[in-house]
């Protein structure tokens, strides 16, 4: 996400108690078994964590060093090549306009191609690890590339195109070679290509499909929403559909001068960031208020089916959500953790009420669980100082969730998970965004990326889970439930505090074991359980004073038995890495580079005609594009090793 974003963020002024205790991180331990006998059978072979590769060393390759060129690197004995690129067309049959380098593309031309600043991807196999489906995040849009004429001056059309660069996108792949390459490229056309974009409709289900604060006077039922935004980080669901999570939503809405308090708690400005409401009456707020109400939900889709309507799944609360990822319970309930990447949010999970189905005869596993998200239980964590912690139901008449209270019914304490959780006195945390799952091991992950205004004047104080005042670097937090993934109490610890150990300042010294980083933001746990760490650090907010310098955004291999963690690449300037996922065999790599170049100038200004970054064409004077990278071990091996 764009540096501007960061300071918008704050908007949580409740008193929720601060713990006042710095962590030990060694000294808690992992107490309860794990989910033995859900790794094999039908669900092992989707399931994180769960897949039998061969075995090796779990870290082989030899780190890359920090860097600052425009470049990507990855390790001696690897590739990484360029796929996907914003504007590239997805494969819609007869409609498949190529991307113009000046950017003149119209917004009907961008809503067949990819879309801009790419973010969570996930693959999909079709014919095991050589053909399958990738869907990927659109996060948001950097207009004074999106646009020739750039951002100064707004039109309807530049709207529209700006939206249709926003969302989601399926694409097909095949890889079409042998060994180091293996020639993975996009097929096109393809049946199952499609873009969602800001003005696709999404249908609304669970408890606040139809509430009175999710209608409009386009959408008088309340239950079909246009579009999805700010799609951030991706999962797969073990029933094979794709997660998806609308992070900064409030940026997009002009509130005007008059906020209300809700509003005010969920970061409504007087004017957002972008200005579509100049052009899309939607995104004012004075005039259709309850339109922001239906942003902030985790969306669903079934790639596979083409013909199938996203859904907003309301069930799992409303937050600017990072994202979503699924455990089972042994009963096979799905448990699904998620968190809202703003400082002093929240961290949440929702239990289903009903057991996974299995696909049957003409039914396929997504269709067979499409309701399975809409029934169950939200509940939101408190971390305790002695390394325990609680989860805490959000139940409309549970203790303060009364109508009393401003919750009419359990659909105003989704729409209101943020105030629902204040008042249950949830533990306010450092912007949690990617969390990873160990299903084998029943250990959850989740990176807490840095609070630069933890511990300011006026700013809540740091906690055990929470440690450090002025957390520029952020901290790797996990945990493992009691008994189960619906355990209502949990154990947890840190990982790590990244940062750089041989640096004095409290804020920046962390306690890595190997390679320095900042800023965790993607995360992954791969089959061979590898942890995956994806950085998302800023150069004004690292270099400033005496702050380490740490380079170029990175993505790092850990060992959690060992704690080793080690660099495996560097992107290229300013750019953000971001979204992984790897085929079944584990031989090939996907990730994405997010925002190369990323500078607030507006590139149409010939005064600033320096660009940080034109990666990956390396045309001259060209724009930098948002771009898959698929990474391969030369000789054809497992990534990692
Ligand atoms: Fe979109 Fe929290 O990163
Ligand atoms: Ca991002
Ligand atoms: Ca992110
Ligand atoms: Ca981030």
């Known amino acids: 996400m764009a540096k501007d974003f960061e300071t918008m963020e704050f908007s949580n002024f409740s008193a929720n108690p601060s713990i006042h205790e710095v962590c030990d991180p060694a000294r808690r331990l992992w107490v309860q078994g794990g989910l033995a006998g859900l790794a094999s059978g039908v669900f092992g072979s989707i399931l994180p964590g769960c897949a039998a590769l061969p075995a090796g060393p779990l870290l082989g390759f030899k780190a890359v060093p920090s860097a600052s060129t425009d470049t990507l690197v990855v390790p001696e004995g690897y590739n990484a090549t360029a796929l996907a690129a914003w504007g590239e067309p997805i494969g819609v049959a007869g409609n498949m306009p190529a991307w113009l380098a000046d950017a003149g593309n119209s917004a009907a031309d961008q809503e067949v191609q990819m879309g801009m600043h790419h973010d969570g991807i996930e693959f999909f196999p079709l014919d095991g690890s050589r053909h399958g489906l990738l869907v990927m995040n659109h996060e948001y849009t950097d207009d004074g590339l999106l646009h020739p004429d750039g951002m ?128 899309d009456e939607r995104f004012d707020a004075r005039k259709h208020p309850n339109e922001f109400n239906r942003f902030g939900w985790v969306v669903e889709i079934d790639p596979m089916d083409p013909q199938s309507t996203p859904v907003k799944r309301t069930a799992l609360g409303r937050a600017a959500h990072e994202g979503a990822w699924v455990a089972l319970t042994r009963d096979r309930r799905a448990v699904v953790y998620s968190g809202e990447d703003a400082r002093f949010e929240y961290i949440y999970k929702f239990i289903s009420r009903d057991p996974v189905r299995l696909a049957g005869a003409g039914i396929s596993a997504a269709q067979a669980n499409r309701d399975l998200l809409d029934h169950g239980t939200l509940f939101v964590a408190r971390f305790s100082a002695d390394g325990g912690g609680q989860w805490m139901p959000l139940v409309h008449g549970n203790g303060p969730l009364t109508a009393a209270n401003g919750f009419a019914d359990q659909g105003e304490v989704l729409i209101k998970t943020r105030q629902a959780s204040d008042l249950l006195g949830a533990t306010k945390m450092d912007r949690p965004e990617w969390f990873a799952i160990d299903q084998q091991r029943g250990e959850v992950y989740c990176n807490l ?25 952020g901290n790797i937090i996990r945990w493992k439930e009691r008994d189960d993934f619906d355990g209502l109490t949990m154990q947890w610890n840190h990982l790590v505090l990244a940062g750089d150990p041989a640096n004095a300042r409290a804020e920046a010294k962390g306690n890595i074991k190997g390679d320095i980083f900042a800023c965790p933001d993607g995360l992954l746990i791969d089959a061979r359980g590898v942890l995956w760490i994806e ?107």
């Open 152 to 279: 100064n001056t707004w039109s309807a059309a530049k709207v529209r195109k700006a939206q249709a660069a926003h969302g989601v996108a399926v694409i097909e792949i095949e890889s079409r070679g042998e060994g180091g390459k293996a020639g993975w490229q996009m097929v096109r056309p393809s049946r199952y290509a499609r873009r969602f974009t800001a003005y696709s409709p999404f249908s609304v289900a669970g408890p606040a499909a139809g509430h009175a604060l999710m209608r409009t006077a386009a959408d008088p039922q309340g239950r079909t929403v246009l579009g999805t935004l700010n799609n951030c980080a991706s999962s797969q669901t073990p029933w094979g559909t794709y997660l998806s999570g609308e992070e900064n939503f409030a940026f997009y809405f002009d509130g005007g001068d008059k906020l209300d308090a809700h509003q005010l708690r969920w970061g409504m400005r007087k004017a957002g960031f972008y200005r579509w409401p100049e052009h």
């Open 449 to 473: 990326t840095n609070n630069s205004s933890r511990g300011a004047p006026g700013m809540p104080g740091v906690d055990a889970a929470n440690p450090r005042a002025n957390n520029v670097m």
């Open 535 to 641: 950085t998302d650090m800023h150069a004004t907010q690292m270099y400033k004073g005496e702050l380490v310098r740490i380079g170029n955004n990175q993505m790092l291999a850990c060992d959690r038995a060992s704690g080793e963690i080690r660099r495996f690449l560097t992107g290229p300037v300013n750019c953000e890495i971001t979204g992984v996922t790897l085929t079944p065999d584990g031989r090939n790599m996907f990730i994405n580079i997010q925002h190369p170049g990323e500078t607030p100038t507006d590139r149409s200004d010939p005064a600033t005609p320096a660009r940080f970054s034109n990666w990956p064409d390396y045309r001259v004077g060209g724009r930098p594009r948002s771009s898959t990278v698929v990474i391969r071990r030369t000789d054809g091996g497992l990534i990692g090793t």
